[in-house]
């Protein structure tokens, strides 16, 4: 299979270019980031291994479409695989949990990927060297291509980059040809307030006994 020489995006002016090119913002990639964050937060430790992941996709998947379809973007479900299309533009903007977003090495799928999204890339992407100038024709009617929103967390960092993958045969991602890179911020922690009267007193602090039986 051939590979192509990744290109990298990190320098402010040609991010936020490239970005417009596809229908995206900073704005919009930092939104979709920092709530998937934000659920991946909600998991305690109690609840089944794989929640956090769940639900950071869950609600990565939400904000991608809450941001863009208002802006004429459509949901899509080919192959089961959850996409959020600009027919206009030919796009087809998946949400990825992935290892290490803005990262020297590719980023990995935290969850292995099937078949239907080797097809969809598959498709998309050979369609997309097929086309003399993607970018002055007019893209409805061709398979969209396939762009990730990749965002990784590790309670210290969040990061987030918009990356278009290669076509691959295995159950991981082997490569992409442009790596646009975001979102690179710190999460601070802010300890919430348990409870606050309505007359805008301080806190109650809630004192927790336990008792051996």
């Not at 809450?66 to 996409?83: A, C, F, H």
């Not at 490569?175 to 309505?198: A, N």
Request: net charge negative.
């Amino acid at each position: 299979m051939l590979q192509l020489k990744t290109v990298v995006i990190n320098e402010s002016f040609q991010v936020h270019q490239e970005l417009r090119a596809l229908g995206l913002t900073v704005d919009i990639v930092t939104a979709i980031a920092r709530k998937a964050s934000a659920a991946k937060a909600e998991a305690l430790e109690i609840d089944p291994s794989s929640t956090r992941g769940t639900l950071a996709y869950i609600k990565g998947v939400r904000a991608t479409r809450m941001e863009l379809m208002p802006q004429g973007w459509r949901l899509s479900r080919t192959g089961n695989v959850e996409s959020t299309v600009s027919d206009e533009l030919g796009i087809q903007l998946c949400f990825q949990n992935v290892d290490a977003a803005c990262a020297e090495r590719h980023p990995q799928a935290i969850s292995g990927k099937g078949a239907g999204s080797r097809k969809l890339i598959q498709d998309g992407q050979t369609e997309l060297f097929d086309r003399e100038a993607p970018e002055v024709l007019d893209a409805i009617g061709s398979t969209p291509t396939v762009w990730m929103v990749c965002v990784s967390t590790d309670g210290k960092k969040l990061r987030a980059e918009v990356s278009c993958p290669e076509a691959f045969e295995g159950n991981q991602f082997e490569g992409f040809s442009k790596r646009i890179w975001v979102v690179d911020e710190d999460l601070e922690f802010t300890p919430g307030i348990v409870d606050r009267p309505d007359d805008g007193s301080m806190p109650i602090e809630h004192e927790v006994r336990i008792f051996k039986k």
